[in-house]
């Protein structure tokens, strides 16, 4: 097993799951993720967002709300009565029965950014299934003019038996073949063929 976190906001009364964002909720797991909760606590966070280069450009009324609050990452086994009222409780419980989940709140403010969103959803976890958060990328998607990642399944000309993925997400070609990949990712054969269909 494994302990598992939320990072909760004591004075609010809200919090934040790793799972929303694609990461697994232990702290060695989302502690390390490039694009995952940690993006969320630090748009929560930030004082003075939006005045420079590199910051979140984004209207949304959740960034930076948690900026100056008490945040505790907090675990499923941590010490009872601690953070809290409740002596055979712990803050992790707490939350779950009272607290608000913002996460899909945030997710949406950090979906305001191009590069985060397109990350996202090619990085997107496969066991995330959340109608949640497929409505808001499907949101997402129209509010930018884009349309959904559409996948092929071209078949090898040399082995009958193999087949490779093609993706188009947006005029954005992959192809997960050999050559593709060898190549820089320049079109294949399997990307041209794709094209036509």
């Known amino acids: ?10 004075k609010k009364k809200q919090y934040i799951t790793p799972y929303t964002f694609g990461d697994g909720a232990k702290l060695m797991e989302f502690s390390m993720s490039a694009n995952g909760v940690l993006a969320g606590l630090a748009i929560l966070l930030a004082d003075g967002n939006g005045r420079g280069g590199g910051d979140l450009h984004s209207e949304n009324d959740i ?11 907090a675990g499923d086994y941590a010490d009872t009565g601690k953070f809290v009222k409740e002596p055979e409780q712990t803050l992790y419980e707490i939350c779950q029965a009272e607290g608000e989940d913002i996460s899909i709140k945030v997710l949406d403010a950090l979906c305001d950014d191009h590069f985060f969103f397109s990350e996202f959803r090619k990085n997107r976890a496969s066991w995330i299934s959340d109608s949640q958060i497929d409505s808001l990328i499907e949101r997402k998607l129209k509010e930018k003019g884009l349309t959904e990642v559409k996948e092929f399944t071209m078949p090898s000309s040399k082995d009958p038996n193999v087949t490779y993925k093609v993706k188009n997400d947006n005029g954005n070609w992959e192809c997960d073949c050999p050559s ?9 054969k399997h990307i041209r063929e794709a094209k036509t269909k």
Not at 63 to 73: E, K, L, P, T
Not at 180 to 188: A, D, R
């Open 1 to 10: 097993m494994g302990q598992y976190y939320k990072i909760v906001n004591i």
């Open 180 to 188: 593709f990949t060898y190549t820089g990712g320049k079109e294949c």
């Open 63 to 73: 960034v930076g709300s948690w900026a100056g609050d008490n945040i505790v990452v």
